[in-house]
């Protein structure tokens, strides 16, 4: 069964950087789109970035120079860096896979900014 599972998440002083990982199981990995999503309390989940199998990224506009998405394929792990954070961007995060199978979503990871 396909399965994402997200760490890295905590509390973290503006100004400050973490970096998140999100380890894939039972899914064609280095094959698939994976991306990352926040969410906030009240409000829709938004996409943060995105890499494609080549390594093509996206990112939202109010991540973009500050987040890092990259992938380690022998790993079947995606990570997202980020640095210089907001209080803005606190949220859980989630991991996203968009398979051949269909789309997947791990449990979420916890980001605290605080200002």
């Known amino acids: 069964q396909a399965r994402l599972v997200e760490s890295g998440g905590g509390l973290v002083q503006a100004g400050g950087s973490l970096k998140l990982s999100c380890a894939a199981s039972?899914?064609?990995?280095?094959?698939?789109?994976m991306g990352w999503y926040r969410q906030v309390p009240g409000k829709q989940r938004e996409l943060v970035a995105t890499i494609g199998t080549g390594g093509t990224t996206t990112y939202a506009d109010s991540v973009k120079g500050r987040f890092t998405i990259s992938r380690d394929n022998a790993k079947n792990t995606v990570y997202l860096r980020m640095n210089s954070l907001k209080s803005e961007d606190t949220g859980v995060y989630y991991c996203t896979a968009g398979t051949i199978s269909g789309a997947y979503w791990g449990q979420g990871t916890q980001v605290t900014v605080s200002s």
């Open positions: 039972a899914i064609a990995f280095s094959i698939s789109t």
